[in-house]
């Protein structure tokens, strides 16, 4: 029996999935909204956590906001150093693995994450560099 075109997809959809932490409510929310400004996540989890850990040979505890970012696969290296850039820790947690999420919600979390095509670049995608590494005007 045919699936009704205007039924929801259903079949699934691969995702990525970060955890990460940051120091406080404020700056992970801040973390998240830059993260999904860029397109880089297309969802943000914020949750509070105690967390226990040695650093520099000491034992710490922190109270802490873990951050659950979901992603496309293809969004994952870019993912990495955004984060890598805007995070105010020193060595920012980075635990990412592959999952799958069946039906639309699967879609609706991919659809921000993929660029419409432009005139520009009729693939869709990212558009292709330009030039040489620091052959141009700096940017932002």
């Known amino acids: 029996?045919?699936?009704?075109?205007?039924a929801p997809a259903t079949d699934p959809c691969?995702?990525?999935l970060v955890l990460s932490t940051?120091?406080?409510?404020?700056?992970?929310?801040?973390?998240?909204?830059?993260?999904l400004e860029r397109g880089l996540v297309a969802c943000a989890s914020l949750h509070p956590v105690v967390s226990l850990y040695y650093w520099q040979g000491r034992l710490e505890r922190s109270e802490e906001v873990q951050l659950l970012l979901k992603t496309s696969p293809e969004r994952l290296q870019e993912l990495r150093s955004a984060l890598r850039e805007l995070h105010s820790y020193e060595t920012p947690e980075w635990i990412h693995w592959n999952a799958t999420s069946d039906g639309p919600y699967g879609h609706?979390?991919?659809?921000p994450l993929t660029p419409p095509p432009s005139p520009l670049n009729p693939g869709g995608g990212p558009p292709a560099p330009a030039g040489t590494p620091g052959g141009g005007a700096p940017a932002g």
């Open 108 to 111: 609706w979390l991919l659809e």
């Open 14 to 16: 691969r995702l990525s």
């Open 1 to 6: 029996m045919p699936q009704d075109p205007a």
């Open 22 to 35: 940051e120091a406080d409510s404020e700056r992970a929310e801040a973390l998240a909204r830059a993260l």
